[in-house]
């Protein structure tokens, strides 16, 4: 056929280093630049198989993330601007490593395994962050995309949740808003607006936020949104690509692991401050206080937030909806309890990454979930979004009901359902504080989390270490999972699991206890059983002090 010999054509022009393996994994394809113009071809190739199969259309973001600026990557977006399903996934590993000879071969399997019509039309959008490489790697996807005849459409700069969006849009005929930068800065602005209007007093400092844009396209989107807001948010950005690195000393992740602000921040005392991550797909707040010591307000601060405002206006509203937050493992154990015990809100554990966090949220009338990484989003149900439309059109409602209602609906308007989004979540949470006249500090007060210890022990396989329970719980190798229990019960408040790494031969250890002493000991003995039972390498593991 013409469109295998232009594919066969055009592929010598994105040839494959022999011997290169990659696989696809939850963040897609991500590795150093160099290495991945025939991935980005073929990533094409794929996108128009996929949008042939659904006849939908399909996106392509390229994008590393939080990773540095000489890394890049790719993924693919799914009709209603979800993941990628786990089966082609698959497809996607099989195709970026077969062999230059072997790829029209793989490639016809695909679509017979699939039995896809390549008369059928096919329709890609594409995005691109920042980096330097970005712009290379784009034309080559869009190489791929038109050696199987599909039609594209190139959105250049956005963000990675913007081109979530915009696929869902216009898979939904523009139901869920339209599909354009404007469009998604005007719906987040005026639900944003909507949800503050009738906030008493709100003074310039409660307006005021720094934010941190990691040098990234999340910096370039958020000016861009600035006249959209009207001035009801006065936004200070740090960190805006104007000479700083991508990610270098800045970023949500960063601030994470640092547990520190970034590079570039000026920050007062009691200040709202919050860093996006390089693709603006997840956030997290901090602050410093009166002594100067820093505080951080991650996913898991975040959901709490979030949950308990939701739960509150379905009290208000008498709507009798059920609401739950998703967790990993790697949840502070305060959180899940202030959830479950306080709050009296479902909380559900998953395995670690998002497809498991989002796939359970749809569970629920509403699903909320965030990674402690500051990644997450809030799901509604059909039914729910019905239930609460009707409420807020209902002439019969008393006030506090249709005001609670209302509410909801711009809530609703405000989250980007398709995925974790930096801009949307801020907004979110900024219209709450403002909701709930509450400060940072106040916020951070609603619970206080436990002292934890991450760490990390090489092993020469990591799959001998096997998981259940959420990944809570080792049923492999013999007698750890009975170690583990037996050092738990040492300490008070106590609690450790061990996974293996989704990447790399490495056991991860988390521990948590009543004080950072006890959690690091703790987190400590649980290596050394890891590294006696399941196989390590090197030098034992060290106490931290």
């Not at 280093?17 to 094409?44: C, E, S």
């Not at 977006?77 to 996934?89: H, N, S």
């Not at 996607?92 to 017979?112: G, H, P, S």
């Not at 154990?333 to 479950?340: A, K, R």
């Amino acid at each position: 056929m013409a469109q295998f010999q232009d594919v066969s054509q055009k592929s010598t022009l994105h040839p494959k280093p022999i011997g290169l393996v990659l696989q696809y994994g939850t963040a897609g394809f991500r590795t150093n630049a160099k290495q991945l113009d025939h991935i980005m071809f073929r990533m094409g190739l794929l996108a128009t198989l996929r949008s042939k199969k659904t006849k939908a259309t399909i996106g392509v973001m390229v994008t590393a993330s939080h990773n540095p600026e000489e890394d890049n990557g790719v993924k693919l977006i799914d009709p209603m601007g979800e993941m990628v399903t786990p089966l082609w996934e698959g497809y996607a590993t099989q195709l970026a490593n077969a062999e230059q000879d072997d790829l029209l071969t793989v490639l016809k399997d695909i679509i017979e395994r699939e039995a896809i019509n390549l008369a059928h039309e096919a329709n890609v959008f594409v995005g691109k962050d920042t980096r330097s490489s970005s712009a290379s790697l784009s034309q080559a996807v869009l190489d791929g995309v038109s050696a199987l005849g599909g039609s594209n459409k190139d959105y250049g700069l956005v963000t990675t949740p913007q081109l979530h969006y915009m696929v869902c849009c216009h898979n939904t005929q523009c139901r869920y808003g339209e599909a354009t930068l404007e469009g998604y800065y005007h719906k987040l602005s005026q639900a944003f607006i909507q949800l503050t209007k009738n906030v008493p007093n709100r003074t310039d400092d409660q307006k005021h936020l720094l934010v941190d844009g990691a040098n990234g396209i999340g910096a370039l989107k958020l000016r861009e949104m600035e006249v959209y807001l009207k001035k009801k948010l006065e936004i200070s950005l740090f960190n805006d690509g104007s000479s700083g690195k991508l990610n270098h000393q800045c970023g949500a992740d960063y601030v994470k692991v640092q547990q520190n602000a970034p590079t570039g921040i000026k920050m007062d005392m009691g200040e709202r401050s919050c860093s996006f991550d390089g693709d603006a797909d997840r956030i997290v707040y901090y602050y410093s206080d009166s002594e100067g010591r820093f505080h951080l307000l991650d996913g898991d601060k975040i959901a709490t937030l979030i949950s308990t405002f939701l739960k509150e206006l379905l009290t208000q509203a008498d709507l009798d909806l059920k609401i739950a937050v998703v967790q990993t493992a790697y949840a502070n154990g305060s959180s899940t309890h202030y959830l479950e015990d306080t709050m009296k809100v479902i909380v559900r554990c998953t395995k670690t990454g998002v497809k498991h966090l989002h796939h359970a949220a749809q569970e629920f009338d509403i699903g909320v979930y965030f990674e402690a990484n500051g990644h997450g989003t809030v799901l509604f149900s059909k039914a729910a979004e019905e239930k609460i439309q009707q409420l807020s059109l209902d002439s019969n409602s008393n006030d506090e009901s249709k005001r609670a209602a209302l509410l909801l609906q711009n809530t609703i308007n405000l989250i980007n359902q398709t995925v974790g989004d930096a801009i949307s979540d801020m907004l979110l949470i900024e219209a709450i504080l403002a909701i709930k006249g509450m400060t940072v500090k106040q916020w951070d007060a609603i619970y206080t989390d436990l002292p934890n210890r991450q760490l990390k022990v090489k092993v020469s396989d990591r799959r001998v270490i096997d998981t259940t329970d959420a990944e809570r719980r080792a049923v492999s190798p013999a007698g750890l999972q009975e170690a583990i229990d037996t050092l738990v019960k040492k300490y008070r408040q106590a609690r450790s699991f061990v996974r293996p790494s989704g990447t790399e031969d490495v056991v991860r250890v988390y521990a948590e206890a009543d004080t950072q002493e006890s959690a690091d000991a703790l987190a400590h003995e649980v290596s050394l059983a890891v590294y006696r039972l399941a196989g390590g390498v090197g030098d034992e593991p060290k106490p931290l002090r």
